[in-house]
């Protein structure tokens, strides 16, 4: 059993940065591929990023291709998604997720969640 828990979220300014943190416990942090989806109100949940076990490969939603960066610690057993040129659509709780295939898009692909932080860009 995995445990997830996100911190990192809060109110931004359009243009402006966050960082989000995904720390993993109660399993082997380096058997999963880990992703981050979000969900704003009113819409469904969304995928953002994902980065595969050992970090070397990622892949982002064109949504946010060239402003987020996801990355992993695996040393702190920690992801991350640092968020750049915040805009106001991309208000939403972020979530993280963990799972064994690598490359899934669908929240049905992931064996375990985070309890969600939530994100808010001002305009």
């Known amino acids: 059993q995995v445990q997830l828990v996100e911190s990192g979220g809060g109110l931004v300014q359009g243009g402006g940065s966050l960082r989000l943190s995904c720390a993993a416990a109660?399993?082997?942090?380096?058997?999963?591929?880990m992703a981050w989806f979000r969900q704003a109100p009113g819409k469904e949940r969304a995928f953002v990023a994902a980065v595969i076990r050992s970090g070397i490969s990622t892949y982002y939603s064109d949504s946010v291709k060239g402003r987020f960066t996801i990355s992993r610690d695996n040393a702190k057993n920690t992801a991350y998604l640092q968020m750049n040129s915040l805009k106001p659509e991309d208000t939403a709780v972020y979530f993280c997720?963990?799972?064994?295939?690598?490359?899934?898009?669908?929240?049905?692909?992931?064996?375990?969640w985070g309890q969600g932080t939530q994100v808010t860009v001002s305009s």
């Open positions: 109660g399993g082997f942090f380096t058997n999963y591929h």
């Open positions: 997720a963990a799972s064994r295939i690598w490359l899934r898009v669908r929240g049905a692909d992931y064996d375990y």
